[in-house]
């Protein structure tokens, strides 16, 4: 991985809230907090996984730093640059730097287009010209993913599944991205396909030096490729960290029952561990509860929790955790950079 004192991203108390209207004239009634205040930065060459369950915002995030939409509020920050409210004309040539490989692979790619022209279309959208003319680079970068050159004039109807996918991330990789965002980029796959698509964005992130944020709630997967893990909760992050401090000692209660249902193949581990099974739904995001959102799923919840919104506080080893009493954590107080004491 890559070492940079400035992240190649940085997202600073970003916000995105989808209003909800009413009546012929659209008055707004309310707004679903789909994201509602999340930091955190990305080192370049490293991958950060971003997990947690379906509607918590994470591929709302992922949106949002591509600019695919508007943020309502905060600032996001690429290599140094502002793009938080940056026009469509000066985005256009950021495109090439940042990329977004998308969830299903049947509906992300036009059945009307060939191999050729999906692969070449952001040499065309960017005007950009090769040495070699651009279906010489198109096949180079099909064989790169592991696809035959030779496909070039197919169309994705004539491929499966995980071949449909190899030919997003060669779409992907026209341009040579420094960042992309993988939006679950493997479970619409079978698990022997998973694997292989897995490993191909490791070898190409090696080759090529690219940066991910893949986002995903398969926490096996998310084990395997990441660096860091961040953990979403109702448009919130309430716990990031290195991915073995996080896998060996989570202190959020939310990603400990999440760690207590991942399969383990060993018996003998598995029959000493003990399964979280957390009460009730996930809450709305038009309406989040007070306070610590997870407090109404909470086994340790207080008084505190539903009154006072916990920090994301950091510790000394750079594990972050939004909560008041977080497990597994050091003797000591948690503080977070504003100062404010967490109870371990």
């Known amino acids: 991985m890559s070492e940079s004192p400035e992240p190649l991203l940085s997202l600073t108390d970003v916000r995105k809230h989808f209003p909800i209207t009413k009546g012929l004239i659209k008055r707004q009634v309310g707004a679903v907090k789909a994201v509602d205040g999340i930091s955190f930065d990305v080192r370049r060459g490293e991958t950060l996984g971003l997990v947690g369950e379906s509607g918590c915002g994470k591929t709302t995030t992922g949106r949002l730093i591509t600019r695919l939409i508007e943020p309502t509020d905060g600032r996001i920050m690429f290599e140094g640059r502002d793009i938080t409210h940056m026009s469509q004309g000066d985005l256009r040539p950021l495109r090439r730097d940042m990329q977004m490989i998308f969830q299903d692979p049947y509906s992300s790619l036009n059945p009307r287009h060939t191999v050729g022209a999906i692969v070449g279309a952001p040499f065309r959208i960017q005007g950009v010209r090769t040495e070699h003319g651009t279906k010489k680079a198109v096949q180079e970068i099909l064989e790169l993913v592991g696809l035959n050159p030779e496909h070039y004039n197919r169309y994705p109807h004539e491929f499966s599944g995980g071949q449909r996918q190899r030919i997003g991330i060669a779409r992907t990789l026209a341009l040579k991205p420094k960042l992309i965002i993988a939006d679950e980029p493997v479970s619409a796959l079978d698990v022997s396909i998973q694997a292989?698509?897995?490993?191909?964005?490791?070898?190409?992130?090696?080759?090529?030096?690219?940066?991910?944020?893949?986002?995903a709630h398969d926490l096996s997967v998310v084990r395997h490729i990441s660096d860091r893990v961040a953990v979403m909760y109702l448009g919130k992050i309430v716990e990031i960290a290195d991915r073995k401090d996080l896998y060996e000692s989570p202190m959020h209660p939310y990603t400990t029952a999440l760690l207590s249902a991942v399969p383990i193949p060993d018996v003998r581990r598995r029959a000493g561990r003990e399964r979280i099974r957390l009460l009730g739904d996930v809450p709305s995001p038009i309406n989040p509860p007070p306070a610590c959102r997870f407090h109404t799923r909470c086994w340790k919840a207080q008084e505190v929790c539903r009154t006072v919104e916990p920090p994301l506080a950091e510790l000394a080893t750079g594990h972050r955790v939004a909560c008041h009493f977080p497990e597994n954590a050091p003797a000591g107080a948690v503080q977070d950079t504003s100062g404010t004491e967490v109870p371990a």
Do not use: H, S
């Not at 292989?196 to 986002?215: A, F, H, P, R």
């Open 196 to 215: 292989q698509v897995v490993n191909l964005l490791e070898d190409l992130q090696n080759e090529l030096d690219l940066t991910y944020v893949v986002i």
